[in-house]
């Protein structure tokens, strides 16, 4: 535990590690690129970011991952999901997209 300046106890934030931010956006816009050329269909993605945040999970417990750590790397997979999810909801409604 870390002190703040008032003197209360603050759980560590987790490091920023640059190489997993550029990973991640990379395989974000990837992801995208596939979509837009039609090599992989929206729902598909959605399909293998959330397998991958299921085996993010389950390596991360088993491997004794801070729990902080653990969250922060979920929370990112599931906001790409929950953004590719929009654009399932968008194609489902007929919205066209570019």
Known sequence: MINDIS????LP????DAHGQ???LLVESLIHG?????VLSVAEAVDIVDVATEVKLESGTERGELPA????????L???SASLR?????????????
Do not use: C, H, W, Y
């Open 22 to 24: 550029a990973a991640m």
């Open 86 to 98: 929009f654009d399932v909801e968008t194609d489902i409604n007929g919205s066209t997209r570019a």
């Open 78 to 80: 599931q906001d790409i």
């Open 7 to 10: 003197g209360n106890a603050s």
């Open 34 to 38: 596939l979509i837009e050329k039609r």
């Open 69 to 76: 750590t653990l969250l922060a790397s979920i929370n990112l």
């Open 13 to 16: 934030t987790p490091a920023v």
